[in-house]
């Protein structure tokens, strides 16, 4: 069974508008580099026509990946969101108890991820560590390089 991804529904049109692009302006121009290669004459010592084809073959994987998600995605309703507790699509203001850091995320599905606006996927460490939680609560997250001891000031949405 496919996995259900959970996404704003921006999110979703970004990936609709990917995909459009994909089949209907790189898929027509990879056919045409294979029917260019093609008539180039013998295919076995062809490099063009091998490069063409596994192009070809990446681009049909990308496709197909993308529909499947485009397909088991699930658009979130944004305004019935529950600010009282960290979920997807809220945002969540943190403070790092060793350096006093003060951190801002917006916790979004994988596809949406994009840490220079401040938006990590709920599949993160941080993140995982932080659904359920409310104001208030002090968790230590285990990440790559060490343990991360965060307070939530804040939930938003």
Do not use: F, H, W
């Not at 485009?70 to 944004?78: G, K, L, P, T």
């Not at 943190?94 to 596809?111: D, F, P, R, S």
């Amino acid at each position: 069974m496919a996995k259900v991804s959970y996404m704003t529904l921006e999110g979703l049109r970004k990936l609709k508008e990917e995909l459009d692009q994909l089949t209907k302006i790189e898929r027509p121009k990879i056919s045409a580099q294979i029917a260019e290669a093609r008539d180039k004459g013998d295919l076995s010592e062809n490099a063009e026509y091998d490069a063409a084809k596994e192009a070809q073959g990446l681009l049909e994987l990308k496709i197909s990946k993308l529909q499947e998600l485009v397909i088991n995605s699930r658009v979130i309703d944004e305004s019935k969101i529950d600010s009282s507790m960290v979920q997807i699509c809220t945002k969540v203001k943190l403070l790092n108890l060793k350096n006093k850091a003060i951190m801002e995320y917006t916790l979004v599905a994988e596809t949406e991820a994009d840490l220079k606006a401040g938006k990590i996927s709920v599949e993160t460490p941080i993140a995982k560590g932080l659904l359920g939680k409310k104001v208030g609560d002090k968790v230590s997250i285990q990440v790559p390089n060490g343990i991360l001891d965060l307070e939530i000031l804040n939930i938003s949405i």
